[in-house]
């Protein structure tokens, strides 16, 4: 058992995001092998209820105000002119590092881990701890810089990159590990610091709970989740509206499409306009309209990770027609457990395949589920445990020190 200090950009409760989904199953399993601490930012107010859980599987939970990245602040303009990343300089919260150094000094934990990059120079203030940040995403602003056109946006996409690589370059040396959700993140990483060991964690489901739902299937029904307050949701939904559905459309006159998620300050007017699309809203639960519907949309390009959306709809029945960059990272083989389309004729051609043919559903359906279940979240925080007995292991100098206080 280790003293383990949890460090988060997203208070974990309510699990109503990719992000806390993954921050809430990873501390649901630290808690079964270790002592943990959670020091997490808040965008707003916790409720009662929320604190509530988050002390029921950490024995001691702080909460700091989040502020986010302000582009046209004082302090951003100015790290126009540092080799960190104004994202970096911007968000750092006097506060936050205070509450850090001031558990650490009385609690000493013997690891540290800062979930997302955000996070990370709080955990490089904790001395004699090991260090892990978990999550580490790069491709998304790797693949911006390189992806960029020529000109000035490919200039500060570039510059963006130079100074995130930069900052990596000079903080990972001081970690133990470093955890990503797929290979491809894995290997960016290596290429930014070839020691340091690099795990994969990925992203899951909760298996036993999806088994349990049950929907009466609706006709013609295709769903996209995803809140469209994220720029990768937006962009997908878009592409999806002005491209594809009117193809689907023009074959199937019935088909619906479900859109569910927060529209909250979203620019839903500068969408196309498009029949027989439907905005649920925010949803307690999307997974009885994802088992309902016959096809589960990821018309995703931008975004780096691996998809929730995707792991849940197979693991709900739901066959899912993706783009490569939707489906990338999950290791599934396509035209057997998911559909995968790079234009919008074939995407369209994959979702009205799968709408005619009852047995072609049943059979993406069955697949879909069977390859799913190394997915589990019960199967990947045994695993997320076994990473971080290893950082201990390689901390032998710690061990005895430790032992000595829990005697």
């Given amino acids: 058992m280790m003293r383990i200090l949890f460090l988060s950009r997203w208070f974990p409760h309510p699990v109503n995001n990719g ?34 859980a988050m002390q029921a599987i950490c024995g001691d939970v702080h909460v700091v105000p989040y502020h986010g990245f302000r ?46 990059i955000d996070m990370l120079r709080y955990a490089l203030a904790v001395k004699d701890a090991g ?18 056109p020529r000109g000035v946006t490919r200039l ?6 130079w100074k995130l690589e930069r900052y990596l370059r000079r903080a990972l040396p001081a970690l133990d590990l470093v955890t990503v959700v797929s290979p491809r993140e894995q290997t960016l990483v290596q290429r930014v ?24 299937p609706q006709p013609g029904t295709l769903i996209y989740s995803g809140a469209l307050s994220y720029y990768a949701n937006y962009d997908a939904v878009y592409y999806f509206l002005a491209e594809i559905f009117p193809l ?14 927060s529209t909250e300050g979203v620019a839903l007017d500068q969408l196309p306009p498009t029949p027989n699309v439907h905005f649920t809203g925010y949803l307690e639960s999307v997974w009885p309209a994802v088992a309902g519907s016959w096809v589960a949309v990821v018309p995703l390009r931008l975004g780096g990770g691996t998809r929730l959306k995707i ?70 925080g045994r695993n997320f445990n076994d990473v971080l007995a290893g950082v201990a292991a390689r901390r032998p100098s710690q061990a005895p020190a430790a032992a000595q206080e829990r005697a």
């Fill in 311 to 380: 792991i849940e709809s197979l693991a709900l029945g739901t066959p899912v027609v993706a783009t490569t960059k939707g489906a990338e990272g999950l290791g599934l083989t396509a035209d057997v457990e998911i559909a995968i389309a790079d234009t919008p004729q074939h995407f369209a051609e994959a979702v009205l395949a799968l709408l005619r043919n009852a047995d072609r559903r049943r059979q993406f359906s069955e697949r879909g589920r069977q390859a799913v279940q190394r997915y589990d979240w019960a199967a990947i």
């Fill in 71 to 116: 582009p046209g602040s004082v302090r951003a303009r100015l790290g126009f002119f540092s080799p960190t990343p104004r994202s970096v300089i911007d968000t750092f919260s006097a506060e936050l590092l205070a509450t850090v150094e001031q558990v650490a000094a009385v609690w000493r934990p013997e690891l540290v881990i800062a979930s997302e």
């Fill in 193 to 216: 610091c070839p020691e340091l060991p690099v795990a994969i964690v990925p992203n899951g489901a909760d298996l036993a709970a999806l088994a349990q739902v049950a929907a009466m």
């Fill in 131 to 148: 260090r892990v940040l978990e999550e580490l995403e790069l491709a998304v602003p790797y693949d911006a810089y390189h992806h960029a």
């Fill in 156 to 161: 500060r996409k570039g510059l963006t990159w």
């Fill in 248 to 261: 689907i459309l023009a074959q199937a006159p019935a088909t619906r499409l479900l859109i569910t998620g």
């Fill in 19 to 52: 992000a806390r989904i993954r921050i809430f199953n990873l501390l649901q399993a630290l808690h079964t092998k270790h002592e943990v601490t959670l020091v997490a930012f808040a965008e707003e107010d916790v409720p009662q209820a929320s604190l509530a």
